[in-house]
C-alpha cells in the first residue's frame, strides 16, 4: 500500500489543478456557445417502416460471423428491399474473403485498417439505403420474428431508437444486459444500468439503445453525428448518443417482443484486458459528462464529487464504482476534443439536463407524451406506501387499509408497497384481489449512514432506485392519474408533473414530531442528533409540501402547525380526507367489561408509543394502584417492551403482544388509555376505541384533533396523578362512562368514517386533475 500511496503521489498533487483547468474551458466554451452559438433545427420526419438494413461492425471476427450471421440473413429475407451489411474494420483473419464466398447476398465494407466500434458503425449507417438502420453486434443471435416489432416501434416521427430485448447464450449467465438501460444522476455522477422487468410485456421508455442491439431512425442518427470519436475504442458510445436523443426532444424505446442473444464481449473480452477495459470505462464516464452535463450546478457537483471519488480510491484502492486520479489525467488529455463535443451537443439539445433525465422514466414519459382527460370516467390512483398495509397492525396501517380498500371499488387502484419482509407480500392478499395491480418491494436489512446529508434520516431510510423504478413503471404501464404517497418519508418520490396529480398524506408533521421530542428528558448527544434531523426534516418536509397539488393531514391541529410555517398550503390543504376508520367494522359494546382493567394498544416499533408506556407505568399506574390494588394494565401491540423492564408487580400487567383480533380486547376491557407524550397527527386507535364503546383517557397530545373538551368524548389529563384519577372515576362512575362512550360513537361515525372521508377525496382528486390539466388535455 506504501509503494501505491508514493507512486500515485504526483497524481494525486497535480489532479486538482487538472480538475480546475477542465472546468473552467468547459465553463467558458458554454460562455461562448450561449453568446455565439447557434441551435441546429430540424423538422422531425416519420421514418420509413417497410424496409430495415441490418450493420453489423466486425473485426476479426470470421468464427463469429460463421456461428451468427445464418440467424441475421434468415430474418431479413422475407423481404428483398432488407439489407445486412457488414463493415469489416480492417480484419486479419479473412473476414471479408469468407463473407464474400459464403454470404454473397450480405453487403460487405471493407475497411482498411481498424476504426473502432464507433467508426466503423457510423461507417455503415452512411452506407445503408433504408430509413430504419439495425446495429447488431458480431456475436449476436436474432429471432426469425424479431425485426417487425423493432419496426412497429416507430409510431411516430419523434422516436429515435428502440431497442431488442437480450438474452445470453448461455441460459445459465446472469443476466446482467436485458436491453431495458436506466440511467440517473447520481450527485456529480452518472449510474447506469439494465432492468431486468420481465412483467413489461410493452414498448417501454429506456435510457439508451444499447449500440449492438437495437435499431435506429438514420437520419436521427446522423444528425446526431453518430457515435462521437470522443469515447472510442469502446463503451458509452451508445450512452451518449441515447441521452443525446433525449435532450434532442426525442424518444428511446426497449421493445421486449424482439429477442437477441448475446454472447457478452465476444470480441472485446477477448482481445483486451480486464484492467484495460476498466481504465477506458472510468475515462469514458468523466467525458460523457464533461460533453453532455451543461447545467452549471450539475457540472460543479461532478468536479467536486470526482476529485473525492478519486480521492477515496487513492487512500482505499481501485473501485469500479469510483473515479480515480489516473481517470481524470487519461480524461484531461482529451480536453479539446471533449469541448468540441460539448459545442455540439450544446447547439442540438433542446431540453435541460434535468428534463432529459426525467424523460428517461416510465412516471415522467407517461405524464410528458401520454394523452391526458381531463375529465377520466374512472379514476387510475397509484397508492404508494412505506409499510406494509395489511394486515394493519399500526395506526398508520389502519387509516392506509381504510383508504385503499374505499378507493378500490371507486376508481382504479394500483399500489406500490415498501415491505420489512418478502413473506409480507403474501398476507396482502385480501387487499390485492380488490386492486388492478399490486406491486412490493423488500427493503434490504442495511444501516443508512445520514451524518452530514441534507435530507432527513427518515427519508434517506426509504431512498431506493428500485423502489423508484417500481414506481415509475406502475405510472408507465398503468396510465396513473394521481399519485397518493403516504408520510413524509416516501415524499421523495413525489416527483414534478405536468399532468400527474401528487396527494400527499401527512400521518403525522415529522418535524413538529421531532420538535416535541426535544422537549422530553434525554442525553445532550441525542438532544444534538434529534436537532440536526429537526431542522433537517423542516426543510424537506416545508419544501416537498410546496410541490405537491394536495396535501391531507390529521386535523386542524397539523393544518395551523403547517400554515404557520407556509401560509401559501392554505389553498391545497385539507384535513377532513384521511384519518378516519371504517366504522362498520366496529361493533359498539358498552358492556359489561372487565372491571378494574386498562387497555394500551400500540405498535412499539413506533417509539412515541414506547415513551407512552414508560411513562405510564411509571409515573401513572402506581397511583391507580394505590386507589385500586386489583387494577391491571393490559399491553397490546407487535414488538412489545420484556416484562423485567417495567417496575410493576406481576399481577397489575399482562403483556398479551400481538393479537389477530383487535376486537375481542376492545370489547373486553374497562378503559382504554392513550398517554401520549410526543408525534403528532390523529391517533386512530382513539377512533378505534370510540368506535367500539370503550370509555377513554387520553393525554391532550394523545386526543389532539379529536377532542379539547375534557369528558365531552374522552377524559383529558397531563399531570400523573390527575391521569389516574380520571381512570379510577371511570371505574367507579359507569353512568358517566356510558354517556360519554355514546357521544364519542356518534362523533366518529358522523365525522371520522373512512367511507364518507374516500368520496370527498375522490372528488378532491377530480378538481384537482381538471386544474392540473386545464387546456392541455
Same mark, same amino acid.
Given at each position: ?195 431486468? $422487468? *420481465?412483467?413489461?410485456?410493452?414498448? +417501454?421508455?429506456?435510457?439508451? =439503445?444499447?449500440?449492438? @442491439?437495437? &435499431?435506429?431512425?438514420? !437520419? ?87 476529485? $473525492? *471519488?478519486?480521492?477515496?480510491?487513492? +487512500?482505499?484502492?481501485?473501485? =469500479?464504482?469510483?473515479? @480515480?486520479? &489516473?481517470?481524470?489525467? !487519461? ?88 415491505? *420489512? ?357
Amino acid at each position: 500500500m506504501i509503494w501505491r500511496l508514493l507512486l500515485g503521489l504526483p497524481l494525486a498533487v497535480l489532479s486538482p489543478l487538472l480538475l480546475l483547468f477542465s472546468l473552467v474551458p468547459l465553463w467558458l466554451t458554454d460562455l461562448v456557445a450561449a453568446i455565439f452559438g447557434r441551435k441546429d433545427r430540424y423538422v422531425d420526419t416519420r421514418p420509413d417502416t417497410s424496409a430495415a438494413s441490418v450493420v453489423i461492425p466486425n473485426w476479426n471476427g470470421r468464427d463469429l460471423m460463421e456461428k451468427y450471421l445464418p440467424s441475421v440473413v434468415t430474418a431479413m429475407a422475407g423481404n428483398p428491399r432488407n439489407e445486412v451489411i457488414v463493415v469489416d474494420n480492417g480484419s486479419q483473419d479473412g473476414s471479408a474473403e469468407y463473407l464474400k464466398t459464403n454470404f454473397p447476398t450480405v453487403k460487405v465494407v471493407a475497411l482498411p485498417k481498424n476504426l473502432g466500434f464507433g467508426e466503423g458503425s457510423n461507417t455503415g449507417f452512411r452506407a445503408a439505403r433504408n430509413d430504419i438502420v439495425v446495429l447488431l453486434n458480431s456475436d449476436m443471435r436474432v429471432a426469425p420474428d424479431f425485426l417487425q416489432p423493432l419496426l412497429d416501434g416507430f409510431h411516430d416521427e419523434h422516436v429515435f431508437a428502440v431497442s431488442c430485448q437480450i438474452f445470453f447464450s448461455d441460459p445459465n449467465k446472469k443476466r446482467e444486459e436485458t436491453g431495458l438501460t436506466q440511467a440517473w444522476w447520481d450527485s456529480g455522477r452518472i449510474g447506469v444500468r439494465h432492468r431486468l $422487468a *420481465d412483467e413489461i410485456q410493452q414498448p +417501454f421508455p429506456c435510457f439508451y =439503445p444499447g449500440g449492438g @442491439s437495437s &435499431a435506429f431512425d438514420r !437520419r436521427k442518427f446522423l444528425e446526431l453525428g453518430g457515435f462521437d470519436h470522443l469515447l472510442a475504442p469502446f463503451y458509452l458510445e451508445d450512452t451518449d448518443l441515447g441521452f443525446g436523443a433525449w435532450k434532442r426532444g426525442w424518444k428511446v424505446y426497449y421493445q421486449p417482443k424482439s429477442h437477441v442473444w448475446h454472447e457478452h464481449r465476444g470480441t472485446i473480452g477477448r482481445t483486451h484486458s480486464r484492467a484495460y477495459i476498466n481504465n477506458i470505462i472510468q475515462k469514458n464516464f468523466l467525458l460523457f459528462l464533461w460533453k453532455n452535463i451543461h447545467e452549471p450546478k450539475k457540472l460543479l457537483v461532478h468536479f467536486f464529487r470526482t476529485w $473525492a *471519488d478519486a480521492s477515496v480510491t487513492y +487512500f482505499a484502492g481501485p473501485s =469500479p464504482e469510483r473515479s @480515480s486520479f &489516473a481517470a481524470v489525467a !487519461r480524461a484531461f488529455r482529451q480536453l479539446p476534443q471533449a469541448m468540441r463535443s460539448r459545442w455540439r451537443a450544446r447547439s442540438l439539445a433542446n431540453v435541460t439536463d434535468t428534463e432529459a433525465f426525467h424523460r428517461t422514466l416510465g412516471g415522467y414519459f407517461h405524464d410528458r407524451f401520454s394523452r391526458h382527460d381531463r375529465n377520466p370516467e374512472q379514476l387510475r390512483v397509484l397508492f404508494v406506501s412505506p409499510y406494509p398495509i395489511y394486515p394493519p397492525v399500526h395506526g398508520g396501517g389502519v387509516f392506509m387499509y381504510g383508504t385503499a380498500k374505499a378507493l378500490a371499488t371507486r376508481t382504479d387502484l394500483h399500489l406500490a408497497v415498501i415491505l *420489512d419482509e418478502p413473506w409480507q407480500e403474501e398476507q396482502h392478499e385480501p387487499l390485492t384481489k380488490l386492486c388492478r395491480t399490486a406491486a412490493f418491494l423488500a427493503r434490504p436489512d442495511q444501516k443508512v449512514f445520514t451524518f452530514g446529508a441534507l435530507e432527513p434520516h427518515a427519508v434517506l431510510e426509504f431512498a431506493s432506485h428500485d423502489f423508484e423504478w417500481l414506481v415509475h413503471r406502475s405510472l408507465y404501464l398503468n396510465r396513473i392519474d394521481v399519485l397518493q404517497i403516504e408520510y413524509t418519508n416516501m415524499a421523495q418520490y413525489a416527483g414534478d408533473w405536468k399532468n400527474i396529480v401528487v396527494s400527499h398524506f401527512e400521518h403525522d408533521v415529522y418535524f413538529q414530531s421531532i420538535g416535541r421530542g426535544l422537549q422530553q428528558p434525554g442525553g445532550t448527544l441525542r438532544k444534538a442528533s434529534a436537532a440536526f434531523e429537526y431542522l433537517r426534516a423542516m426543510r424537506f418536509e416545508l419544501n416537498i409540501l410546496a410541490k405537491v397539488d394536495l396535501v391531507q393531514v390529521c386535523s386542524r391541529e397539523n393544518q395551523d402547525y403547517l400554515l404557520s410555517f407556509r401560509p401559501q398550503l392554505k389553498p391545497k390543504m385539507d384535513a377532513t380526507l384521511r384519518a378516519g376508520i371504517d366504522t362498520t367494522a366496529y361493533t359498539y359494546h358498552p358492556g359489561p367489561r372487565d372491571p378494574f382493567t386498562m387497555l394500551f394498544l400500540g405498535s412499539f416499533r413506533h417509539l412515541p408509543n414506547a415513551e407512552a408506556l414508560d411513562w405510564f407505568v411509571k409515573h401513572v399506574l402506581p397511583h391507580v394502584i394505590a386507589q385500586c390494588p386489583q387494577a391491571k394494565l393490559v399491553i397490546i401491540g407487535s414488538d412489545p417492551p420484556p416484562r423485567h423492564s417495567l417496575p410493576i408487580d406481576d399481577n397489575n400487567v399482562e403483556i398479551r403482544g400481538f393479537v389477530e383480533d383487535i376486537h375481542e380486547p376492545f370489547r373486553r376491557y374497562g378503559v382504554f388509555i392513550c398517554p401520549i407524550l410526543t408525534g403528532s397527527g390523529v391517533r386512530v386507535k382513539l377512533l378505534e376505541a370510540f368506535a367500539s364503546g370503550i370509555p377513554c383517557v387520553s393525554t391532550r397530545l394523545g386526543a389532539e384533533g379529536l377532542s379539547t373538551a375534557d369528558g365531552e368524548i374522552c377524559r383529558l389529563a397531563d399531570d400523573p396523578r390527575e391521569f389516574a384519577n380520571q381512570i379510577v372515576q371511570l371505574f367507579q362512575d359507569p353512568q358517566s362512562a356510558a354517556q360519554m362512550v355514546e357521544r364519542a360513537r356518534r362523533y366518529v361515525t358522523e365525522e371520522r368514517d373512512i367511507t364518507r372521508m374516500t368520496e370527498r377525496l375522490i372528488e378532491a382528486y377530480k378538481g384537482a386533475v381538471r386544474r392540473k390539466r386545464g387546456s392541455k388535455a
